[in-house]
């Protein structure tokens, strides 16, 4: 059974501070991918990571893959009100399978 | 660029109504996902199509169906609505390219009420 486990499932974060969110996989395909969700709205891609020790960042994020730990990282830098959302892990054979989600808030 | 198209975005139900819901992928894209997400959690795949066939299915209920026409365009079918199937449903369309499948990309979903 393919699972995806996010850490942690909950993050208030005050601004300008450093965080890092964990997902844990168990399935064979080592390909992870980040989105972003805002309430009600639709999945947003954030990265693809495709092979083991890629990393890739855009603004303020940045994430990473580890295939022999089967972790992915997305580490928040100096955080902004803007990145308050929730962040899904997923990995795919196929269809999607995703952690349940990280739900992030950031305040002054 | 041209992006996922759901429709109808909101569509309100009674219990043991039937509901149709359309995807229209990106162009050029080949295969479709659809997901079901609940209040407060994570998407669940419930089935996909590549080239107009069945190509895995998920947690989909039996009063469920759906497939992709020749354009690629899908629909999902509900029947017998419960109130448990409140839930925001994404289609998201991507190009295939191995078992492991390629970048898939969300349209903005369907909201569906049954009261």
């Known amino acids: 059974e393919l699972k995806v486990e996010q850490n942690p499932l909950f993050l208030s974060m005050q601004e300008g501070k450093n965080y890092t969110i964990y997902c844990n996989y168990s399935?064979?395909?080592?390909?992870l991918y980040w989105y972003r969700q805002d309430p009600g709205k639709s999945l947003e891609s954030l990265f693809v990571l495709l092979s083991n020790g890629a990393v890739k960042q855009e603004g303020r994020l940045m994430a990473s893959l580890d295939t022999k730990a089967r972790l992915s990282t997305l580490h928040i830098t100096a955080a902004v009100h803007d990145l308050s959302a929730t962040y899904l892990c997923?990995?795919?054979?196929?269809?999607?399978?995703f952690g349940q989600g990280t739900i992030l808030t950031v305040h002054p | 660029a041209a992006g996922v198209i759901q429709s109808p975005r909101h569509l309100i139900k009674e219990k043991r109504e039937t509901a149709t819901l359309k995807c229209y992928p990106i162009p050029r894209h080949d295969t479709v996902y659809w997901y079901q997400q609940g209040p407060g959690q994570d998407p669940q795949f419930l089935i996909s199509f590549y080239e107009k066939m069945q190509s895995d299915k998920g947690s989909i209920p039996d009063r469920f169906s759906a497939q992709q026409f020749s354009d690629y365009h899908s629909e999902l079918n509900m029947s017998s609505l419960e109130l448990g199937d409140s839930a925001l449903y994404f289609c998201?369309?991507?190009?295939?390219?191995?078992?492991?499948?390629?970048?898939?990309?969300f349209g903005p979903g369907t909201r569906l009420t049954v009261t």
């Open positions: 997923g990995t795919s054979y196929g269809k999607l399978t």
């Open positions: 998201a369309s991507s190009t295939s390219r191995d078992s492991y499948g390629s970048e898939q990309y």
């Open positions: 399935t064979t395909s080592d390909r």
